[in-house]
């Protein structure tokens, strides 16, 4: 869940072993919704609220 004073969070270049990818996080009225952008080489995400 995002902070009240945020509607959106994107974070870019997240690195994961040798994997990149970017995120998106967006409010969706009571929930954040989260997406992957942009992924480079092979890793698994698994998004648990």
């Known amino acids: ?5 945020l509607d959106r969070l994107v974070v ?3 690195k994961v072993g040798g994997a990149r ?3 998106e996080f967006d409010r969706m ?3 954040t919704a ?3 952008t942009e ?3 092979s890793v698994q995400v698994t998004i648990e609220v």
């Open 1 to 5: 869940m995002l902070p009240p004073s």
């Open 12 to 14: 870019r270049d997240l």
């Open 21 to 23: 990818l970017d995120l």
């Open 29 to 31: 009225g009571e929930t």
């Open 34 to 36: 989260c997406r992957v």
């Open 39 to 41: 992924q480079v080489d």
